[in-house]
T-cell receptor, first 112, second 111 residues
Framework: NAGVTQTPKFQVLKTGQSMTLQCAQD?????MYWYRQDPGMGLRLIYY???????DKGEVPNGYNVSRLNKREFSLRLESAAPSQTSVYFC???????????FGPGTRLTVT | LAKTTQPISMDSYEGQEVNITCSHN???????ITWYQQFPSQGPRFIIQ?????VTNEVASLFIPADRKSSTLSLPRVSLSDTAVYYC????????????WGAGTKLIIKP
């Protein structure tokens, strides 16, 4: 069991470029999440997906789009990157009821 | 949405018991309390979860008073490797996401 995997681990983008962050889980969880974490701060929810085929906005969705490709995969897309999107991005999954979230290793994104 | 308040930082020494308290005054009836640990450059990791009274597992205990407006994470006999940020979250059975992550408590263990 790999748990939650994320690619890439590191990425540098120029302002205006686009990219997709990939996330996959092998635990058969229904719910998946994308968070961002800025230095010294807690995690902020960008989008989540309660089940395959559904997605909902979290606390900070502006500038991002998501796709729940299937039960395993949940991708996050930055259409036009901005320096304010420099952050560490974490993907997580969990099963309901309020069982714990399992996190991936994160993607460190720098936008110049 | 239930918001939590924790101390920003704490120091302790190896071998001591550490207690981190979290305040959640507007916790709802269905809400559970969950604690996570995060090391630098890693994703958070689940420590313990509870609804009321006391929960204990192999790494920690969670104490929840009757009014559930606060909770205390207890780490027995800490070591240097327990230096991390600890987050308290509150969420319900009918929530599909665990609410707002605060800045957490940065725990530093000294030799």
């Amino acid at each position: 069991n790999a748990g939650v995997t994320q690619t890439p681990k590191f990425q540098v983008l120029k302002t205006g470029q686009s990219m997709t962050l990939q996330c996959a889980q092998d635990m058969n969880h229904n719910s998946m999440y994308w968070y961002r974490q800025d230095p010294g701060m807690g995690l902020r929810l960008i989008y989540y997906s309660a089940s395959e085929g559904t997605t909902d906005k979290g606390e900070v969705p502006n500038g991002y789009n998501v796709s729940r490709l299937n039960k395993r995969e949940f991708s996050l897309r930055l259409e036009s990157a901005a320096p304010s999107q420099t952050s560490v991005y974490f993907c997580a999954s969990k099963e309901t009821p309020p069982y714990e979230q399992y996190f991936g290793p994160g993607t460190r994104l720098t936008v110049t | 949405l239930a918001k939590t308040t924790q101390p920003i930082s704490m120091d302790s020494y190896e071998g001591q018991e550490v207690n981190i308290t979290c305040s959640h005054n507007n916790i709802a009836t269905n809400d559970y309390i969950t604690w996570y640990q995060q090391f630098p450059s890693q994703g958070p990791r689940f420590i313990i979860q509870g609804y009321k009274t006391k929960v204990t597992n192999e790494v920690a205990s969670l104490f929840i008073p009757a009014d559930r407006k606060s909770s205390t994470l207890s780490l027995p006999r800490v070591s240097l490797s327990d230096t991390a940020v600890y987050y308290c979250l509150v969420g319900g059975m009918d929530s599909n996401y665990q609410l707002i992550w605060g800045a957490g408590t940065k725990l530093i263990i000294k030799p």
